[in-house]
């Protein structure tokens, strides 16, 4: 069985950054893509940032592209989330999501495996 834990959530005040990660065991971490999510209070879960199996290409929502940076470590089984120059509307639970194949994918329902979410407060 698949499991992702994430953590390095917090509270932080504009402007600041946070590092995410994500440790996956139980299955082929060198041959997934890796994504990370986010859901605010009231919102629906959004696509942040994706990584291929090999760590040749990324993707980033528009609203993160610049100041977040997704990488990952396949002999650590970890992908992390660098997060610069946070806003208060980064607030949000994030989570990591992992699918076998490499391809652009940035829907919630392309994702087979998911984390139980790491909270990331940014105050003004």
Avoid at 20 to 43: D, E, H, I, N
Avoid at 51 to 67: F, L, M, N, P
Avoid at 69 to 79: E, H, L, Q
Wanted: net charge positive.
């Amino acid at each position: 069985q698949v499991q992702l834990v994430e953590s390095g959530g917090g509270l932080v005040q504009a402007g600041g950054s946070l590092r995410l990660s994500c440790a996956v065991s139980g299955g082929t971490f060198s041959s997934y893509t890796m994504g990370w999510f986010r859901q605010a209070p009231g919102k629906e879960r959004e696509f942040v940032a994706a990584i291929s199996w090999s760590g040749g290409r990324t993707y980033y929502a528009d609203s993160v592209k610049g100041r977040f940076t997704i990488s990952r470590d396949n002999a650590k089984s970890t992908v992390y989330l660098q997060m610069n120059s946070l806003k208060p509307e980064d607030t949000a639970v994030y989570y990591c999501a992992a699918r076998s194949g490499s391809y652009h994918y940035t829907l919630v329902r392309e994702y087979d495996y998911w984390g139980q979410g790491t909270q990331v407060t940014v105050s003004s």
